[in-house]
């Protein structure tokens, strides 16, 4: 039987050929079967590289690998006429064979999978809820004098005092639509000086993938300044975690980690996965942006 042993090197897959019975160990612990069909005996120096050979890339990830298009060797019978890699459907048939479940690597039984899957998703909606999201209110804004791209604005968090925060607008959002008007605030951020404005907190919007269009998250309607905002259902806003520090924001990347998973939804809906983003009020919202980036 002819055996296939792997090379991955930078983003390029080679496949050789021996004698050898076994896989490469890579395909011991992910559940895919090769299979090679009328393959004729392999030489111990034939090579791959005869003209007509033709390899198909292959993308291969923890998960899944795209199965490649057939191989189709020599006419005279040469080294082989079709290979073909598969993912395996039975999962417990790959565990029985000593391989891996990408979604459960730890090898647990059971409803491992799932479960897996849920831990990530409750780990993730907790630190989410340590970021501090607030309702604000835009008193005041104007544009930046040293920075052309920047506005700076005045925002009511519910404070003694209202907090300046400069945002990257100018390109996107006309300034007297910023009057006034209710947004979405992290609140939790590290202060910044911006070209010598110091910034406490970022406006949060969603923006398409090209950023061409960028819209300020909306509160529900009937939402007052200083207003915490969560992830999850309506009635765990009284069993919030108490908000990270500032510090802890930046040591922990708290919003590096949330960041990539907020997206709106075709309602409009920001979600973080399976999680609405919610004000005392309601639902948390884009415009007109579904589908879209929140940052």
Not at 2 to 25: C, I, Y
Not at 77 to 104: H, I, M, Q, R, V
Not at 204 to 221: F, T
Not at 230 to 237: A, L, M, R
Request: include cysteine; glycine fraction near 8%.
């Amino acid at each position: 039987m002819v055996g296939a042993n792997t090379v991955l090197k930078g983003r390029s897959t080679f496949l050789l050929f021996s004698s050898r019975p076994l896989l490469s160990p890579i395909f011991n612990h992910l559940p895919y079967s090769i299979t090679i069909k009328n393959a004729s005996p392999c030489r111990r120096q034939q090579s791959l590289s005869h003209p007509s050979t033709s390899l198909q890339y292959c993308e291969l990830s923890r998960r899944k690998m795209a199965a490649p298009l057939p191989l189709h060797g020599r006419g005279d019978g040469g080294l082989l006429s079709e290979f073909s890699c598969s993912a395996t459907a039975d999962s417990s048939s790959a565990k029985d064979d000593g391989n891996l479940d990408p979604d459960n690597p730890a090898g647990d039984s059971g409803s491992g999978d799932s479960s897996s899957r849920n831990q990530v998703t409750a780990e993730l909606k907790d630190a989410a809820n340590t970021l501090d999201i607030r309702v604000g209110k835009i008193l005041r804004a104007w544009k930046h004098g040293e920075a052309d791209s920047l506005y700076v604005e005045e925002v009511d968090m519910g404070e003694p005092e209202p907090r300046t925060i400069c945002s990257g607008l100018v390109d996107y959002i006309p300034l007297q639509h910023l009057q006034d008007k209710y947004v979405i605030v992290l609140a939790n951020l590290k202060p910044r000086n911006m070209r010598g404005v110091k910034s406490s907190g970022m406006l949060m919007a969603a923006s398409c993938a090209l950023h061409h269009n960028v819209e300020l998250l909306m509160p529900p309607e009937g939402s007052v300044p200083g207003e915490r905002v969560w992830f999850g259902s309506d009635d765990e806003k009284d069993t919030l975690p108490e908000a990270a520090t500032p510090n802890q924001v930046q040591k922990k990347k708290i919003w590096e980690l949330v960041q990539p998973h907020l997206r709106t939804n075709d309602s409009f809906v920001v979600m973080l996965g399976p999680h609405c983003m919610r004000a005392p009020k309601g639902v948390v919202v884009s415009s007109s942006l579904a589908n879209a980036n929140v940052s």
